[in-house]
């Protein structure tokens, strides 16, 4: 005779899907609901399940241990299919930003300040989606009151509708986007690559660990 919620007292084992894994629970106590519902207590969480008494299980709690076996199966095919999506779009990534090189540029002995441009100057723009430096043409620049510090502040309209606020002595934006020299431009996109690289390299171990785990399942 198969066990149901019903029949659960006190000691009966049930059993767990959690983080890719069966786990068996002892049963401390059920608790009969409204509308045929009840409520059992395990040795595993405080949080009890809500299950029917004529079910067998409740989200991912188990009378019989072969259905959570079952269950964790389909689980972890799912997440499989997704590990692999997400480590295959990470590797992508990383051997992009790894092809990242920057062009033979000229050294800067004393790069312009904001305040010196002019419109038909260039800047150059840090594209963190295209993993480039590209150089972008100023339409015009306002002088804006900024209390900061004390110092007022510009906003630097380019060609492609895009506003960005700086301050006239600097070289560069306040979100370090947009420089006046392609050199400091590089070694910033240089500086974010090594960064996100470390990034995605720990995502991609983290999850190829995961990975392992759900395919021990099988």
């Known amino acids: 005779m198969e066990k149901k919620f019903k029949d659960l007292k006190k ?10 894994e069966v786990v068996e629970a002892k ?11 009840l409520y059992v207590y395990t040795t595993h969480t405080n949080r009890p399940y809500c299950g029917y008494l004529g079910s067998k299980r409740s989200g991912h ?16 095919k799912k997440r499989k299919k997704t590990l692999e ?28 300040s904001m305040k010196d441009l002019k419109p038909g100057d260039s800047v150059w723009e840090i ?27 510009l906003y630097v309209c380019l060609s492609s509708s895009i506003t960005f606020l700086t301050y ?3 070289t560069r934006s306040i979100n370090c986007l947009y420089y006046t020299d ?7 996109m240089l500086k974010w690559k090594k960064s996100r690289m470390k990034t995605v390299g720990k995502e991609m171990e983290k999850l190829m660990k ?4 759900y395919e021990e399942v099988w």
């Open 182 to 188: 392609e050199e400091q431009a590089w070694k910033y």
């Open 11 to 20: 000691g009966d084992s049930v059993f767990i899907v959690n983080n890719g």
């Open 168 to 170: 006239p002595n600097s």
């Open 27 to 37: 049963v401390k106590y059920t608790m009969e609901y409204w509308f045929g519902q």
């Open 127 to 153: 594209r963190k989606g295209d993993k480039e430096v590209r150089k972008v043409m100023v339409e015009k620049i306002m002088e804006r009151a900024y209390t900061y510090y004390f110092n007022k502040a």
């Open 85 to 112: 999506k997400k480590i295959d779009s990470l590797v992508s990534e990383f051997d992009l930003l790894d092809s990242i090189h920057p062009p033979t540029v000229k050294p800067s002995t004393k790069p312009p």
């Open 61 to 76: 709690l188990f009378v019989d241990e072969e259905e959570a076996y079952e269950q964790l199966r389909k689980i972890s």
């Open 210 to 213: 995961e990975l392992e785990r």
